[in-house]
């Protein structure tokens, strides 16, 4: 049973890969990143509503009447990851940001098993834990560094991409409070998980609470995108370009779904240090395999030794994480 829960991190890991892929492709038909995010958002909400619909368990949501207010906030964190990618990639650079936000999850993750946190048993760590972190955060470094095609950042809960208008990374661009946005937007993925999973306690079905979460998703960045629009900070979004984007271009909301699903359901059976460690080590997985052999429209990127020792590195993290 173990082996089929540590399999399926690595493979809902892997899904975020493939949403970055999707998601770029979205984002140059919309013209906009946050309109973007807005429709994907509201797009995997329409899926698992019909979802709700089909299996019948919609009628678990009246059971919302009997959930502490909080347990509806798991929600906020994909705007909040969405919007710190569109915001610091531009401005620190996407190693940075990239970085950051896995630090963040890292951090995050030991938090919540350490102190038991949202309801995650609490586990007692040894050495093995930490050099398993360590060994993650320098795997994760060393792909990033060898990634040597830049192109447009993801949006969405896809993978940390290269931004093709990044500066170099200069001091003055790294202030505390972007560094405090990249540790924060990264912390809330995997307190996103455990608050869901606090969420499945009342409400019991699955789908209706990712439901949930990505109607408290789509809600708050249709607000952001709103305000943006209003300020004209974003531009108008370019729908009628919608049919000629690649069919795979809408398979980022139903990625994100099976991210969002497999987080919370998992985070509760194997933790949320060893959850977190799996799925990124299976998303840089998949994204190897989508960059050497250019898929998904992707440019192609050679495999090169630093992103093999990167996921060596990560390989190594998760099992001692794992087994310690």
């Given at each position: 049973m173990i082996?089929?829960?540590?399999t399926g991190?690595?493979?809902?890991?892997?899904?975020?890969?493939?949403?970055a892929?999707?998601?770029?492709?979205?984002?140059k038909?919309?013209?906009?990143?946050?309109g973007?995010a807005?429709?994907?958002?509201?797009?995997?909400a329409g899926?698992?509503?019909?979802?709700?619909?089909a299996?019948?368990?919609?009628v678990?949501?009246?059971?919302?009447g009997d959930?502490p207010?909080?347990?509806?906030?798991?929600g906020?964190?994909s705007?909040l990851?969405i919007t710190s990618?569109?915001l610091?990639f531009?401005?620190i650079g996407a190693?940075a940001?990239g970085?950051?936000f896995?630090?963040g999850?890292m951090l995050?993750s030991?938090?919540?098993?350490g102190?038991?946190?949202?309801?995650?048993?609490?586990?007692?760590f040894g050495?093995?834990?930490?050099?398993?972190?360590?060994?993650?955060l320098?795997?994760?470094t060393?792909?990033v560094?060898?990634q040597r095609?830049?192109?447009?950042a993801?949006v969405g809960?896809g993978?940390?991409?290269d931004a093709?208008a990044?500066?170099?990374l200069s001091p003055?661009?790294?202030t505390?409070?972007?560094?405090?946005?990249g540790?924060l937007?990264?912390a809330v993925l995997?307190?996103q998980?455990?608050i869901?999973?606090r969420?499945?306690?009342?409400?019991?079905?699955?789908v209706v609470?990712a439901?949930?979460s990505?109607?408290?998703?789509?809600?708050?960045i249709?607000?952001?995108?709103a305000?943006?629009?209003?300020t004209?900070?974003?531009p108008t979004p370019?729908l009628d370009?919608?049919?000629?984007?690649?069919?795979?271009?809408?398979?980022?909301?139903?990625?994100a779904?099976?991210?969002?699903?497999?987080?919370?359901?998992?985070?509760?059976?194997?933790g949320?240090?060893?959850?977190v460690?799996l799925?990124v080590?299976g998303?840089?997985?998949?994204?190897?395999?989508i960059?050497t052999?250019?898929?998904?429209?992707?440019?192609?990127r050679?495999f090169t030794a630093?992103?093999?020792?990167?996921?060596l590195?990560?390989?190594?993290?998760s099992?001692l994480i794992?087994?310690?």
């Amino acid at each position: 049973m173990i082996a089929v829960l540590l399999t399926g991190a690595l493979v809902i890991g892997g899904l975020l890969a493939v949403q970055a892929s999707a998601n770029l492709q979205l984002t140059k038909a919309v013209g906009t990143p946050y309109g973007a995010a807005t429709l994907q958002l509201w797009v995997a909400a329409g899926l698992l509503g019909i979802l709700a619909v089909a299996t019948g368990t919609f009628v678990a949501l009246t059971r919302l009447g009997d959930v502490p207010p909080w347990y509806l906030l798991g929600g906020l964190a994909s705007p909040l990851y969405i919007t710190s990618g569109i915001l610091l990639f531009p401005r620190i650079g996407a190693l940075a940001a990239g970085g950051l936000f896995v630090t963040g999850q890292m951090l995050a993750s030991i938090a919540l098993d350490g102190f038991g946190l949202f309801g995650i048993a609490r586990q007692t760590f040894g050495a093995g834990t930490l050099v398993g972190s360590v060994a993650v955060l320098a795997g994760i470094t060393a792909i990033v560094r060898g990634q040597r095609v830049k192109v447009p950042a993801a949006v969405g809960l896809g993978r940390p991409a290269d931004a093709s208008a990044s500066p170099p990374l200069s001091p003055a661009g790294v202030t505390p409070g972007r560094l405090l946005l990249g540790l924060l937007a990264g912390a809330v993925l995997p307190i996103q998980g455990a608050i869901n999973a606090r969420l499945r306690t009342v409400v019991v079905e699955p789908v209706v609470v990712a439901l949930v979460s990505f109607l408290v998703a789509a809600l708050a960045i249709t607000i952001v995108f709103a305000v943006l629009r209003t300020t004209d900070r974003t531009p108008t979004p370019q729908l009628d370009r919608l049919g000629g984007m690649p069919w795979w271009g809408w398979l980022g909301g139903l990625c994100a779904v099976g991210y969002v699903t497999g987080t919370f359901m998992l985070l509760p059976q194997i933790g949320a240090a060893v959850t977190v460690a799996l799925t990124v080590t299976g998303q840089q997985l998949a994204s190897a395999l989508i960059d050497t052999r250019g898929l998904f429209r992707m440019p192609q990127r050679p495999f090169t030794a630093a992103r093999g020792v990167g996921l060596l590195l990560l390989v190594a993290g998760s099992v001692l994480i794992q087994l310690f």
